[in-house]
């Protein structure tokens, strides 16, 4: 990494290493306060006529836990190892447009800023503290989204929120797009490229082509509660189902924008620790390619009770099971991969192997969800809860901990404690299961989700009891994972550039990288560089000391700047202050334009 | 509230109608098919690493690339085990479309923030939050919305269908057994949202008959001097009038109709059993007992001696 130190070098900074380390630790915070939000969730169903907060906070805090979790955990997340991982295993110096991934991060945080500080704000709007988060669901189905039964600046605060994310993501998708297909070290063919890289490269496409849908829907609701339009309304001719089926048209898409990262960091994890090529390949990464196309044709499984006939609900249900079987290859391949192989029980691999076998289990629930007439028992209820668990958490979560914990060597140069690892995966194993098994029961046995509160006569008190036991284990476990971290940073041992014996591109340079990252670009003549092969031998990894010197960017405070143009803009709708939003597009031209414009310093 | 539903009376597992037994039987058989696959996988799974394991002295690996026929076994099998789900699927999809004989029972449901409203446009009556509904008679629902989207959700007698303003959505079931179900919304809604409870009530073919029979009647007239007709005066020159119908006393459409509010076993969307002590506290402030309730605490307050008349008079509306 850069060696400029001190604040600004922060702000201004536009090396790629540096950005994936702030997507981490601010999409790691806020993990935490979603995570926060759950346990308050899950304190108030421990017992029916539970009276911990209120309705309407309780409205706040599962609305919030999923937006949170959505938008500002898992995909920065996932982004915080696009950013850092994905110009390591593609052999270059740095993304595309550096300064573009500097603009993306700084919008992410100031969105998730905007969003969260809806807690605290409360009093400017006349209202209390904890009044005015949004509260129609992460979902946010209109009509109930509309002015006429939302006054408050609840919905406003969510769909600028997730209006500023989308600029976020959309910029971030364009750019590793570009470095994916543009930077890519010579040999480096696609069908060389690392499978995490293709998952990526997949993800970037779905996150470019779906978050326009959600931004025209957005747009639609804003105009409709400012303006008075009527795109969601009955009264002069609108439907609220066009939300529906624009959400969903981004939503279901969205899924594998979550999921299909975490399948790449597991299809590198498993690899590297059973000592074996993934096994099949080009099955993998056409089969996600496939989930990603496929996912486009699905949305409106999350409509069956919407009543849209029996020829649409039999369409939708045939495509929705279509997607299972690439879904499943990958499994098969995931096993194959490990089955003759030389297994190393590090955490990493630990945390691989539980995605595999909980993602499963979501996988097969939710092949009850494409059936719709089960599904029509199902949606809507606590089952619904426990699959998206087991594939969010089961599957994205433990993905992404699985790259934590193997790529955090090469990230911070130091080691994580690997008995304090395997505390955390077995805590975390243990305590999701607990917490969102019980779910099925709870939503067969006739529990909606989204209640505050329950009847005692429905007779699902200890189970839900149970699944709070779990929550709280499942924040013992990341208590476990942020000792092993402080652990780490005092008294971790030094990382050598491949701690893991791996077999792609960034084990072949220091822990952290320089600033450059290869002293030398290598040329790939293999999908596993590094390791023996029957037709190829190892490469020599680059030397320690570049030959020749090595040109840099540096930093820039205009992305920066571009990107406080846009709070500045949402402050305006949310105060219904006209010159606010002129003010914020002056902000973002002028900072565009100076960026534009900035000399090409050395 | 309980009823005779049993230990678990929103179970989606012990279906009392037709309608819910057809996706029960899909549910069990997708059941199956899923444990057998799960089985399978985490069976794999568990052997592949105890025997695997690294230990010393094990030789490398073979760097294995993949099988083409394997590939194509586990891409056929997954395809194979879905024929069997999907031909299934689609039958119940069409059985379950909502169509009904033409001497099915017909209802209108709307969904209102946050209770049901049921109308009975054959029989000329219209209740609220509790249905009822005869024995082994085919019964068409046609549900809808007046204000935002909702589920209507009864569990034992099937599956949900959205209540949405300006859509009618339909849904037909046979009750297979005498009893009290429950249900609730199932469409997040906005602040009570989890307190918008309803019940079925499974009458047998004469016990239908003689609810219906009580229910077109007009409301109790209460004696002459009884605390009940001062409750009667009270609810008339109050704002109740403004939004409840007692056909006969009170015209409005806002919230539920109270012509037979005495024959309901409980008030509020399901909330709280019909008695003196929770109508009088749910008259004095519903938005106490049921956030967001529309139903607004009285400006300037009754008194608890109006209140205790309006009581009387309610419970009297047999």
Redesign the interface.
Known sequence: MSDARGLSSWLTTTDHKRIGLLYFWTALAFFLIGGIEALFIRVQLAQPNGHLV???TF?QLFTMHGTTMIFLALMPLSSAFFNYIIPLQIGARDVAFPRLNAFSYWVFLLGGLLLNASWLVGPLFHAGMLNVAPD??WFG?A??TERQ?SPGPNIDFWQLGLQTLGISSLAAGFNFIVTILNLRAPGMTMMRLPVFTWMTLVTQFIIITAFPVITVALVFLMFDRLFGTHFYL?SAGG???LWQHLFWLFGHPEVYILILPAMGVVSEVLPTF????L?????VVYSGILIGLMGWGVWSHHMF???L??IA??AF??TS??I??PT??K???W??T????????TTALHFA?GF??MF??GG??G??H????????????YYVVAHFHYVLFGGTVLGLFAGIYYWWPKMTGRLLSESLGKWHFWLQFVGMNLAFFPMHFIG????????????P????GGLNLASTVGAFLIAVSILVFLLNVWHSARHGRAAPNDPWGGATLEWSIPSPPPAYNFSVIPTVTSRLPR?K??HHEAMRDPPATPPAPIHMPGGSWWPLVAACGLPVMALSVLTHTLWLVFAGAAILIFGIYRWAFEPFEV | MSGCGGPFPQSTLQPHSDFARATDVLFTDIFWWAAGVFLVVETLLVVALIRFRHREGRAAPKPTHGHTLMEIAWTLAPAAILVFVAVPTVRTIFATAGEAPADALKVDVIGHQWWWEFRYPELGLVTANELHVPLGRAVQLSITSADVIHAFWAPPLGGKRDAIPGHVNRIAFRASDVGDYSGQCAEFCGASHANMRLRVVVDSDSGFGRWATVQLAGPAAPGPGTVAERGRAVYSRSACIGCHTIRGVSPGVIGPNLTHVGSRTTIGSGLFPNDSAHLARWIADAPALKPGSLMMRMQPPLTDADIAALVAYLESLK
Do not use: C, H
Request: avoid cysteine; charge should be negative; glycine fraction near 14%.
């Open positions: 209120s309705a309407e409205n129609g669901g189905y009509n109930l039964f009955t439907t609220p189902i059973a000592r074996k090529p096994f099949g390949y080009p099955v009770s919407v009543g006939g029996p609900d039999s249900a045939a099971m279509l299972a079987i499943g290859v499994i098969f391949n096993v194959g490990l089955w003759g192989g030389d297994i190393r029980g192997v595999v076998a499963t289990i097969l629930s092949v009850s494409a059936s719709p007439p089960a599904d029509l028992q199902q949606t809507d209820t067969l046995l006739g529990m909606p989700r989204r209640v505050y509160t329950y009847a006569e429905l007779g699902v390791w092969t029957e």
